[in-house]
């Protein structure tokens, strides 16, 4: 139907490591978190906007944030968010866009990326996607978009691949989740690896190929609303397959199992804005490495983040590397890296109130 990609936007997590700014009930891909006047959603759809009319556009979100999709990118059609009756991880919600786009255009490109990630060189990162495209069109490749590692970061996942001389895309050979620090470091320096972006770009009836070989059972069931896609009974199917597939990542389900996963490389200034940590990283600091966005005075504090809304005064001394966050009614004062503590702080805080999460 159409010789320009599908962006598929996934837009339903819940931003956790974020909170008490992000909340379940506005999680951080609907917030201004960089202070451009957009937030990351609608600046992820900025970015495509080059190489995509807005009728190219699909977001798949979560049922609770339906209406924000819409709010947020009021461009898009009714038809075009995808609406998750419960959350069933990553492999799922990319079958369903791709059976979807499939039933409507059985030659569709489709590009999947976060909503939530932070590109600083978008022309660079637009002529990769575009790479990336001509590729899958061509040789019909799952490919993921691999960001060459300028640190070992133990908070990103890793990708080892086979380089090939004067080959477009690299086979990938392993996967490594959050590696520690001694690995990570190993990782740098080996010279093979790739930090993992959680973006892709294939044709759908690449993936439906691999879904129907590694994940038959979740395959079957999107299969089955092959006429239902883009009509009335879409919500009422979705529910039922929802309720039937299993929860599944994609990098478990398809990405460590199937032999035609491929690797584009690129440099375009990526973060996955995954913490506060990384926030930190990207802010504007003052001499002593905080990024101050409060009514502030700091004493003997350093690489600390304080970010307090209003006139309220916030005096602080004696900090190193601490997160200082005041969001409507939660205070959070903790170590910046404390990322991994995050889901214990908001499962604590539901224990006192379903209002401070």
């Not at 891909?29 to 006047?37: A, E, S």
């Not at 009714?78 to 039933?103: G, W």
């Not at 640190?151 to 086979?171: C, D, S, V, W």
């Not at 409060?294 to 309220?312: C, R």
Request: proline share 3%; net charge positive.
């Amino acid at each position: 139907m159409t010789n320009k990609p599908y962006i598929v936007i996934l837009a339903g997590g819940v931003g956790s490591r974020f909170w008490p700014y992000s909340r379940r009930k506005k999680p951080k891909q609907f917030l201004d978190i960089l202070g451009t006047g957009r937030t990351l959603l609608q600046m992820t759809y900025d970015r495509y906007r080059e190489m995509a009319d807005p009728e190219q556009f699909v977001v798949v979100t979560y049922k609770k944030y339906q209406n924000l999709v819409k709010k947020q990118l009021p461009e898009l059609k009714d038809e075009q968010v995808l609406v998750e009756p419960m959350r069933k991880n990553t492999a799922v919600c990319m079958a369903y866009a791709c059976f979807h786009i499939h039933s409507k255009d059985p030659d569709s490109t489709l590009v999947v990326t976060p909503s939530d990630h932070l590109i600083l060189q978008e022309s660079k990162y637009i002529k990769t996607i575009q790479r990336a495209v001509s590729v899958a069109e061509r040789e019909g490749k799952l490919l993921t978009i691999g960001v060459k590692p300028t640190r070992a970061e133990t908070n990103y996942g890793y990708i080892q691949y086979l380089e090939k001389p004067k080959a477009h895309a690299f086979k990938v050979k392993t996967f490594t989740e959050k590696p520690n620090a001694k690995l990570a470091k190993t990782f740098l320096e080996s010279g093979d690896f790739a930090w993992n972006s959680g973006m892709f770009v294939w044709k759908s009836k690449t993936l439906i190929r691999e879904l129907h070989e590694h994940l038959p059972d979740l395959a079957e069931i999107f299969e089955e609303g092959k006429g239902v896609y883009g009509t009335a009974g879409e919500e009422a199917f979705v529910r039922r397959a929802y309720s039937q597939v299993k929860n599944i990542s994609f990098d478990i389900g398809i990405m460590e199992k199937t032999n035609e996963m491929y690797i584009l490389l690129g440099e375009f200034g990526w973060s996955d804005l995954g913490s506060w940590a990384n926030l930190h990283e990207l802010k504007e600091k003052d001499e002593h490495n905080n990024v101050v966005e409060a009514n502030a005075i700091l004493y003997d504090t350093s690489n600390s983040y304080v970010k307090v809304k209003g006139e309220k005064l916030v005096v602080v001394q004696g900090l190193d590397h601490y997160l200082i966050n005041e969001s409507e009614n939660v205070l959070l004062i903790c170590k910046i890296d404390s990322e991994k503590r995050f889901r214990e702080f908001v499962s604590n805080a539901k224990k006192k109130g379903e209002e401070f999460i």
